[in-house]
T-cell receptor
């Protein structure tokens, strides 16, 4: 059971290049999320998905697109990278939970992708 | 907007009990309070979650007063390996199904706990 995995772990882009970050989870979770984390700041939600085929905007969606064609995968795309998108990107997933001790709000995070845009 | 406020950093020594408080004055009725731990170069890891009163698990306790405008994470007898950043998250993921989630998953800047020998 690998949990949440992210590909790649590191990437360097030039301004204007595009790339896709892949997130995969093997826990059969319904909800998936993409966050970015910048130095001195907490995690900020970029986009999220409440199920296969659905996506929605989070707090900082501009410059990013996402797709959830399969339940276990959530892709984050940068069409034209900018230096302001230099950050560490975390993917997370959470179940539809009704347990008293572990609700849907419990998110499981991947190890992160460190992206540098020059 | 359920913004959270935490101390930027705290220092402690091995074996001591550590209490980290998070303020969330605008918490909504359906919001839960969740605490995460993050080590360098890793993703956050769930510690504990609660709605009101006190919750305890094998690693921590969470104290939430009746007005729910703050919460305190208590780590008993910390060790060097507890050195990490601790985040308080206030939100209701159930609301994601109805849209408007931009204000529902707000992490604070976290508290850096440094445990010394």
């Amino acid at each position: 059971n690998a949990g949440v995995t992210q590909t790649p772990k590191f990437r360097v882009l030039k301004t204007g290049q595009s790339m896709t970050l892949l997130c995969a989870q093997d826990m059969n979770h319904e909800y998936m999320y993409w966050y970015r984390q910048d130095p001195g700041m907490g995690l900020r939600l970029i986009h999220y998905s409440v199920g296969e085929g659905t996506t929605a905007k989070g707090e900082v969606p501009d410059g990013y697109n996402v797709s959830r064609l399969k339940k276990q995968n959530f892709l984050l795309g940068l069409e034209s990278a900018a230096p302001s998108q230099t950050s560490v990107y975390f993917c997370a997933s959470s179940p539809i939970g009704t347990s008293i001790t572990r609700r849907t709000d419990t998110q499981y995070f991947g190890p992160g992708t460190r992206l540098t845009v020059l | 907007l359920a913004k959270t406020t935490q101390p930027i950093s705290m220092d402690s020594y091995e074996g001591q009990e550590v209490n980290i408080t998070c303020s969330h004055n605008n918490i909504a009725t359906n919001d839960y309070i969740t605490w995460y731990q993050q080590f360098p170069s890793q993703g956050p890891r769930f510690i504990i979650q609660g709605y009101k009163t006190k919750v305890t698990n094998e690693v921590a306790s969470l104290f939430i007063p009746a007005d729910r405008k703050s919460s305190t994470l208590s780590l008993p007898r910390v060790s060097l390996s507890d050195t990490a950043v601790y985040y308080c998250l206030v939100g209701d993921i159930g609301a994601l199904n109805y849209g408007g989630a931009t204000n529902k998953l707000i992490f604070g800047t976290g508290t850096l706990l440094a445990v010394q020998p």
